[in-house]
C-alpha cells in the first residue's frame, strides 16, 4: 500500500526533463548489438523508472562521457557510480544499488608481479580507466597510473605487456576477458582493493530538487527490499 501510494502521487518532474546516464560496464550495464541498454544494473533501474511511471530511455557512454554528463543538468541520474569523498558534495545521492568487488588482476604466468601490499605497486606499471574510482584511489595513495578509455582497452594492455596490472571489478572482468576471446584462467589476482570495495550507487546532479531525489531514493528502497 505504501508503494502504491507512492507511485501514483504525482512525480514533480516531466519524463522529458529527465535524463538517465550509465556506462559500459558489463554484465551489470552495456549496449547490444543493437545498441539497445542491457545489464543487471540497466533491469533494475527500468525497473525503478517503471514503478515511477517515468518512461525514459537509459543512455549507455564510455565512463568518462558518462560521467561528465551527469555533472551538466539538474534532473540527470547516472548510475552505477562509486561514492567517495571527493565526488560527494557533486551529487545528491540516491542510494546503492550493486555490490562492487574490486581486485588487481596480472597475467598468471607473470609469477614476478607479487605485490603483498599497496606500497610495492610503485615498482609496477599499473593501469586505470580514465576518470575511475580505482585509478584515484591508487594515485592517492601515491601510485602512478597509464590510463585508457575503456576497460577492454586495459586488458589488451595487460595482455600485450604495456601494463603489469589492472584494477577491476571482479565480475566485469571476468566478462570482459570472455567477451575479449581470452581465458579466465590465465588472469590471476594479485591484491585485493578491499579499500573501495563497496557498493556502486545510483546519483542525481548536484542541483536536482530534493522532492525528486527523495522520491527516487523510497522508490529504490521499496524495489529492493523485494529483490
Known amino acids: 500500500m505504501m508503494f502504491t501510494s507512492l507511485i501514483l502521487a504525482p512525480l514533480f518532474v516531466k519524463a522529458e526533463t529527465l535524463r538517465v546516464v550509465s556506462s559500459e560496464f558489463p554484465p551489470y550495464s552495456f549496449t547490444d548489438d543493437h545498441r539497445l541498454s542491457q545489464g543487471i544494473a540497466v533491469d533494475l533501474v527500468k525497473q ?59 597475467l598468471k604466468f607473470r609469477s614476478n608481479i607479487a605485490p603483498a601490499q599497496l606500497s610495492d605497486l610503485k615498482q609496477y606499471k599499473v593501469g586505470s580507466l580514465i576518470q575511475d574510482i580505482k585509478g584515484q584511489y591508487l594515485r592517492k595513495q601515491g601510485i602512478p597510473t597509464i590510463e585508457y578509455a575503456s576497460e577492454q582497452t586495459g586488458i589488451l594492455m595487460l595482455v600485450r605487456g604495456y601494463i603489469d596490472l589492472m584494477p577491476a571489478e571482479i565480475n566485469s572482468f571476468r566478462y570482459r576477458v570472455n567477451q575479449l576471446g581470452f581465458d579466465m584462467a590465465d588472469f590471476e589476482v594479485a591484491l585485493p582493493l578491499h579499500e573501495i570495495s563497496r557498493p556502486l550507487y545510483l546519483a542525481f546532479q548536484k542541483d536536482t530538487p530534493d522532492e525528486l531525489v527523495v522520491r527516487f531514493r523510497d522508490a529504490l528502497t521499496e524495489l529492493t527490499a523485494t529483490h
Request: net charge positive; glycine share 2%.
Open 48 to 106: 525503478l523508472l517503471d514503478e515511477l511511471n517515468l518512461q525514459v530511455p537509459i543512455e549507455i557512454y564510455p565512463w568518462a562521457r558518462a560521467y561528465e554528463i551527469s555533472q551538466r543538468k539538474a534532473n540527470t541520474l547516472i548510475f552505477l557510480i562509486a561514492r567517495s569523498p571527493e565526488r560527494e558534495a557533486h551529487f545528491k545521492w540516491v542510494g546503492p544499488l550493486i555490490d562492487f568487488n574490486v581486485r588487481l588482476f596480472r
